[in-house]
């Protein structure tokens, strides 16, 4: 027992992993709905829009494993932003209950899994992506859960930096399913 525990506290540590900056944009489904007066003065929901909206921001990431695996996980820390919806045309008639002339920002946190396919991880590789959040900070109580899965290429180069680009699709999940297309591009430092 007492070799064990020599053998643990002489052990050194062991650094693998690292942190990076990046940014993304894409686009997103968003639902608006709408109100117009009845002949009673009350307002009655008329027929609700789907529409694809832009958003877009970034942040950091902190990325574990050993830069020679091909296969890594992450964690992303990020703002985004959701372009505000389109009214209408005939707007100047209904009352709406979403933004319509600001953007939504969105505190996201994710964590994913990358899986080099091709390549090597000290060069160039082709890497499969999946990621799993949620936007946990929002000023108007509409976060949401969002599942994504695409592909991606790493460079490392200068021995600790990787550049790093991926396009991805998934969903976003509150109260129902909307769809998201999304690219992504930053640059890591990888202390191993």
């Known amino acids: 027992m007492f070799s064990t525990l020599a053998l643990l506290l002489s052990a050194s540590p062991s650094f693998a992993g690292g942190f990076g ?15 117009a007066e009845n002949s009673i003065g009350e307002a ?5 829009l789907d529409e694809i909206n832009s958003n877009g921001g970034g942040g950091l990431e902190l990325i574990l494993g050993d830069k ?10 990020y703002f985004l ?9 005939d707007a100047d008639q209904y009352t709406f209950n ?38 946990v900070m929002t000023e108007d109580q509409t976060e949401f859960l969002q ?8 460079y490392t180069f200068a021995r600790h930096f990787q550049a790093h680009a991926e396009v991805d699709g998934g969903i976003r999940y509150r109260k129902r399913l909307y769809p998201t297309v999304n690219a992504s591009a930053g640059l890591r430092y990888l202390f191993d």
């Open 21 to 35: 900056l990046f940014g993304t944009g894409g686009v997103h489904g968003d639902r608006v709905y709408y109100y």
């Open 44 to 48: 009655e929901q008329q027929a609700p």
């Open 68 to 77: 020679d695996y091909k296969i890594n996980g992450f964690f992303r820390f």
């Open 81 to 89: 932003a959701d372009a505000p919806v389109t009214a209408p045309p």
């Open 98 to 135: 979403l933004r319509t002339e600001e953007w939504r920002p969105l505190g996201v946190v994710d964590a994913g899994l990358q899986f080099g396919l091709v390549g090597e991880p000290e060069r160039f590789q082709l890497c499969l992506i999946g990621l799993l959040g949620s936007a």
């Open 147 to 154: 599942a994504q899965a695409g592909v991606g290429v790493t």
